[in-house]
C-alpha cells in the first residue's frame, strides 16, 4: 500500500502477546493498535479507519464471531482475520460465514501469518483501485450521457 496500512489486534490472552505482535506488525511498516475486549474494537473502529484486524475468537465479553458481525456494520471492507488457539471445523465455518477473510491457528507462526496479512492488503488495494477506476468511468459515462441530454434540448 502506498501509505501505511492500519492493523488492530484484538486479543485478550495475555498483554505480552499483543505487544510482541504489535511490535512485529510496528516492524514490518504498519500503524498497529491493539485492545484487549471486543466492546473496545468496536469503538477504535467507529474512531478511526483500520484496513486490517486480528480478531481472537475468544474474547471476554463476546465470541470472536459475534465480533465479525459488528465490525462489518462499522467497517464493511476491512479485511477481518480470525485467530484462535481452540481450532475446529465448526468455528472455522462459523468464522467464514460471518464474513471472516481469513483464518489463523495459535500459536502463531509469525512469518506465515505476515505472508497473510500482505496478501490480504495488497488485494484490499488492488479492489480499491479498480473500485475507483469504475466510478471514473461511471462519471465520464454520466457526464457524457448529460451532455447529449443538453444537446437535444437546445
Avoid: C, W
Avoid at 471486543?38 to 483500520?50: D, I, N, P, R, S
Avoid at 486480528?54 to 477481518?80: A, H, N, Q, S, W
Avoid at 479498480?130 to 457524457?144: C, G, P
Amino acid at each position: 500500500m502506498g501509505d501505511s496500512a492500519r492493523i488492530l489486534i484484538v486479543d485478550d490472552d495475555d498483554e505480552s502477546i499483543r505487544e510482541v505482535l504489535t511490535a512485529i506488525l510496528r516492524d514490518e511498516g504498519y500503524i498497529v493498535e491493539a485492545v484487549d475486549t471486543g466492546e473496545k474494537a468496536v469503538q477504535a473502529t467507529q474512531q478511526k479507519f483500520y484496513n486490517l484486524v486480528l480478531i481472537d475468537i475468544r474474547l471476554p465479553d463476546m465470541e470472536g464471531t459475534k465480533l465479525l458481525t459488528k465490525m462489518k456494520d462499522t467497517v464493511p471492507k476491512m479485511v477481518k482475520i480470525i485467530i484462535t488457539g481452540y481450532p475446529t471445523l465448526q468455528n472455522a465455518i462459523e468464522a467464514v460465514n460471518k464474513g471472516a477473510d481469513g483464518y489463523i491457528v495459535k500459536p502463531i507462526n509469525i512469518e506465515e501469518t505476515l505472508k497473510i496479512i500482505r496478501e490480504h492488503l495488497r488485494k484490499q488495494e488492488e479492489e480499491r483501485k479498480y473500485s475507483e477506476q469504475k466510478m471514473v468511468e461511471f462519471i465520464e459515462t454520466r457526464v457524457k450521457e448529460l451532455e447529449a441530454k443538453e444537446k437535444v434540448r437546445k
